[in-house]
């Protein structure tokens, strides 16, 4: 009997119109989990080297995790993987909301689209019961209209994830959204699924996965809420935004960086949500500022524009919070927005990496028009960093006078002009004029129009969130190795420090309480490499078994191996779990090397992200990384090429991938 997992998956071939039920082995679910860890073997397999993202040949698969509906905590995440049309590798993009455990209780693990259908449809999934429908009526709509009239039409409470208009007009920095505005963004394989004509899934069902051993998914979950509920009331007193404002202006001038408390995170998170990191990330340091070339205290000062966009001030239109499922926190929120410019009614909470893209980036601190621009990315399934990084872009061609106002449809694209940037935005969503080279994002618009590459802010293609890796090198590192490049959603020094994984992985070393300057961004540091080594590998297994990364940085308390035990029966050390994510991170390398992607030369980060030239004023200073000595570091502890970042033979047979390390490395 199957514990935790379904056992089986839905492909369905859209060029012939049929839909297949498949048996997975429980000898896969053992060595790669769920979610995205089955996702990377299916689709290692099957996706011909050489296939065209855009073509019948790629397939887009949307996935749940081993632990998701189980009881287990902080376990609601679901992932879309496919081949990128934006880095040309492996393509990932997570999301959260009702989706997960609504595909579950359909029935199925996954889902997976090969080929390409004839006109656009979706898939209805109910119990089990699986057909492709006409989606002639929603194609063309925005998502909320869409999952309102599918809603409407099936007459069950299903659960969507659906493309936008971006998606349907194949725009490469386009997700896939549920629940209206949750938006699996990155990796543009929106455009992918829009590329078959699918406009997406509508999923429900009463199935439920087998747990091996109720109780102790129980007892894990309280020992965890002991935790999380210490002293929760006095220090929900004691952080406040102002004191959020103080520990950012620390942060900034301080040479020595203590670790991160999780209290912190956790505090932030449940208050404000992740738009609590606005006002400190601009003025520590963290956040990019005029497309990489400013500094948040002089460029956008608090005073007068970063306190605009307080976490206060957008929490002030809360009307309730939204949780994801199996979350105890809830950082999601919805807003109602009757006043201003743009009275939007009820939408969902801007996140900080929407807040930062649309506004500290673009030097932009009106709060109003980052709420709509944000709204409008999301009913059209555009990514917000990815829309943002390319206006950003465009911004400094314009300043640089390599784009002009005829060339930009007569838009004045000045920073901070904030009826510039939402026309501009207007015209990506809709593939009109100019926004139709800017809807493929920065790379491909440098490209095509032969100007400004220097500036176009990207790793492989895809555009870099608003995490400063001069500020924290983990993130460089993470740019410009992981097999998805660019992403802030693995690894850094910071993430590290709160998933605090030796309380798990006992025979990991201890970080040290603080770091200075010298050592955060000079020092070799192999200790802490070897550190973010085994946190890219956590980070696989907790999207294999479909765990919030925030749940992952609860200072190590939330036990994830213990709930997979308690689960499934495996009964396996946290070592071997690790194993796993080494194995699924191995797997979705050797992805990339398949389909030709010379991760060294392919997913170089620009000049300017590791600081060349240094900047001459703000919190990271005549900061300059020693990038090369930190990929080497990394790639000798993880047991790739240091020459390009190919797995070694020897790790691949470590790993049980024999067939793999045939094909790679012969």
């Known amino acids: 009997m199957a514990y935790g997992y379904m056992g089986k998956i839905l492909m369905v071939d859209l060029s012939k119109g049929e839909i297949n039920e498949e048996i997975i082995p429980d000898e896969i679910y053992e060595k790669y989990t769920s979610g995205v860890g089955l996702a990377s073997w299916l689709l290692y397999h ?49 999301g959260g909301g009702k989706l997960a455990p609504a595909l579950k209780r359909s029935g199925y693990d996954g889902i997976f689209f090969k080929g390409k259908s004839e006109n656009p449809v979706y898939l209805k999934v109910i119990d089990g019961k699986a057909e492709l429908v006409d989606a002639s009526r929603v194609w063309g709509k925005d998502i909320v209209e869409s999952e309102e009239l599918i809603k409407e039409e099936i007459g069950e409470k299903v ?52 747990v091996k051993d109720p109780k102790n998914v129980k007892q894990v979950s309280e020992t965890f809420m002991k935790w999380f509920n210490k002293d929760e009331r006095f220090k929900r007193k004691i952080i406040t935004n102002r004191l959020l404002v103080w520990s950012a202006k620390f942060m900034r001038i301080t040479p020595v960086f203590p670790r991160l408390p999780a209290d912190l995170l956790k505090i932030g998170l ?65 807003l109602e927005v009757n006043d201003g410019p743009y009275p939007l009614g009820e939408i969902h909470k801007p996140e900080y990496e929407g807040v930062a893209c649309l506004g500290t ?84 618009a440098s490209e095509r129009l032969n100007k400004g590459k220097e500036f176009a802010m990207h790793a492989g293609g895809q555009e870099l969130p608003a995490h400063d890796g001069r500020y924290d090198p983990g993130f460089s590192i993470a740019y410009s190795i992981e097999p998805t490049p660019g992403r802030h959603t693995n690894y850094s020094y910071a993430w590290l420090e709160l998933f605090v994984l030796p309380k798990i992985v006992k025979s990991l070393p201890r970080l040290p309480a603080y770091t200075t300057a010298k050592n955060k961004f000079y020092a070799d540091n192999i200790a802490r490499i070897k550190q973010l080594v085994a946190a890219s590998q956590y980070m696989q297994f907790v999207n294999g078994v479909g765990a919030c990364y925030f749940g992952a940085q609860m200072d190590g308390e939330l036990d994830l191996p213990a709930y997979v035990n308690a689960v499934t029966g495996w009964k396996r050390t946290p070592e071997e779990y690790l194993k796993i994510g080494e194995r699924i991170q191995n797997l979705r390398q050797a992805f990339n090397i398949k389909h030709g992607i010379k991760p060294m030369t392919d997913f170089t980060l620009p000049d300017r992200a590791w600081g060349k030239p240094p900047l001459d004023y703000g919190p990271i200073k005549g900061v300059t990384l020693n990038i090369k000595s930190l990929q080497n570091d990394f790639l000798d502890c993880i047991g790739w090429d240091k020459e390009t970042a190919v797995p070694t033979k020897a790790k691949l047979m470590e790993l049980g991938l024999e067939d793999v390390a045939l094909e790679i490395t012969g």
Not at 52 to 81: E, M
Not at 405 to 420: M, R, T
């Open 46 to 94: 099957r996706i011909p080297a050489g296939a065209d993202p855009l073509g019948p040949d790629n397939i887009i698969g949307i996935v749940a995790g081993l632990l998701t509906g189980t009881g287990a905590l902080f376990t609601g995440r679901w992932a879309a993987v496919g081949k990128s049309p934006l880095t040309g590798g492996w393509g990932d993009a997570n």
């Open 361 to 444: 980036l673009l030097l932009n601190n009106d709060l109003h028009s980052i709420l709509k621009m944000n709204d409008m990315l999301n009913r059209a399934g555009m990514d917000c960093i990815g829309a943002g990084v390319t206006v950003a872009w465009a911004m400094e061609c314009y300043e640089k006078g390599l784009l002009t106002k005829d060339e930009l449809d007569g838009i004045d694209l000045v920073w901070g002009n904030a009826d510039s940037i939402m026309k501009l935005i207007d015209k990506m969503i809709k593939r009109e004029g100019i926004g139709d080279i800017l809807a493929d994002g920065c790379k491909m």
């Open 159 to 210: 659960q969507t994830a659906l493309i936008g208009p971006s998606g349907e007009k194949m725009s490469l920095i386009s997700g896939i959204v549920n629940d209206k505005a949750r938006i699996a963004a990155r990796s543009g394989l929106g455009a992918v699924m829009g590329s078959k004509n699918v406009k997406g899934i509508a999923v429900t069902g009463k199935q439920k996965p087998n």
């Open 270 to 334: 449940d208050k404000w949500g992740t738009i609590s990191a606005n006002v400190l990330s601009s003025e520590c340091g963290d956040s990019p500022v005029k497309n990489w070339k400013g500094a948040g205290y002089r460029d956008f000062p608090i005073s007068t524009h970063a306190e605009n966009l307080d976490p206060q001030r957008i929490i002030d239109y809360q009307k309730k919070k939204y949780k994801c499922f199996s979350c105890p926190l809830g950082c999601g929120g919805v």
